[in-house]
């Protein structure tokens, strides 16, 4: 494949860790300049020095500071080209034993974090007639139990980034969706930590039970990136999911009403326990959200070596 992506300004929002901070190392080494955006500033510095770019902490749930960042990176770099709205925490278990707070959380950071991302960069995309990829899941083709809030929250950007491509494309903008399934992240092992949604993933029919590398899920999105796909698979056999999805949600209602009956007894013995979000990516939001410590830099451009305006930051 030649490199198209060399020396396109590319943005990466949740690339702090995850699927997010091995795409900024794929495209980087394909020749990209990528810009990180994020919560856990420690992590985001990390990756910012090995990739030698630099980084704005900000959540994408801030309206104005994402508008702030989006203007400040157009101004550092003179444009951007392509943009990865990969941001996105989750919880599990039950509806009702669900923390009502990290429940609506799930869908504002996921859902309409998203939406903020593409009103803050979509002006600076439309001058480069550029690309934007909105990463969802294999949950936004399928709906499954004790996953209400994620699955909500992807169907929903899966919709908007549709949405949004048939208003856009004819001004040289393409949207694309990336879809994954269960991939080896902090997120998913994070999920992975609640006995009976472990024990419920086992028993999902193949290939859907599996934990699939980060790696290779990633240099397919990569390759979807490049070509500026309407549609990316990190797993191969996604694609196919397309063509039946129209019949997953009654399949899942009967299958899942037996799964559920069967794991029942686990599921009353921790019943009123309260889920909140699962994984690093979570705890970094709920941090977040319990306010900014003194001396951080929300909004504004940190390189690799922590300095901000010339002097480093303890």
Not at 67 to 80: D, T
Not at 169 to 196: C, I, N
């Amino acid at each position: 494949m030649s490199r198209r992506i060399a020396g396109q300004i590319v943005v990466i929002t949740g690339a702090a860790r995850g699927v997010g901070a091995l795409l900024a190392r794929v495209l980087t080494r394909r020749g990209a300049k990528v810009v990180l955006v994020g919560l856990e500033p420690a992590e985001l510095a990390k990756v910012a020095a090995e990739l030698g770019t630099k980084f704005w902490e900000a959540n994408v749930t801030d309206r104005e500071t994402m508008a702030r960042v989006a203007a400040e990176i157009r101004a550092e770099y003179g444009r951007i080209d392509t943009v990865v709205a990969n941001a996105g925490i989750a919880t599990g278990g039950p509806f009702l034993d669900s923390d009502p707070g990290a429940f609506d959380r799930v869908i504002e950071v996921n859902l309409l974090g998203s939406v903020a991302t593409a009103r803050a960069f979509l002006p600076f995309l439309l001058e480069s007639r550029g690309y934007y990829l909105q990463i969802a899941s294999l949950a936004a083709l399928t709906p499954a139990p004790m996953m209400a809030a994620y699955c909500a929250s992807k169907a929903g950007v899966e919709g908007f980034a549709h949405s949004l491509r048939a208003e856009v494309g004819y001004q040289g903008v393409r949207v694309g969706v990336g879809y994954l399934s269960w991939t080896d992240t902090d997120m998913v092992r994070g999920a992975d930590q609640d006995d009976v949604l472990r024990e419920l993933r086992s028993r999902l029919p193949w290939p859907t039970n599996r934990t699939y590398p980060l790696g290779p899920a990633v240099q397919r999105l990569a390759d979807g990136l490049e070509r500026r796909s309407s549609h990316v698979y990190a797993q191969w056999w996604l694609r196919g999911m397309q063509a039946v999805r129209g019949y997953l949600p009654s399949l899942v209602g009967t299958v899942g009403q037996r799964e559920m009956r069967r794991a029942e007894p686990k599921l009353r013995d921790s019943a009123g326990r309260r889920r909140g979000l699962v994984g690093a990516g979570g705890a970094a939001d709920e941090t977040d959200r319990g306010g900014a410590v003194d001396g951080t830099n929300r909004g504004g451009a940190v390189d690799g070596a922590g300095r901000i305006g010339g002097v480093e930051q303890k």
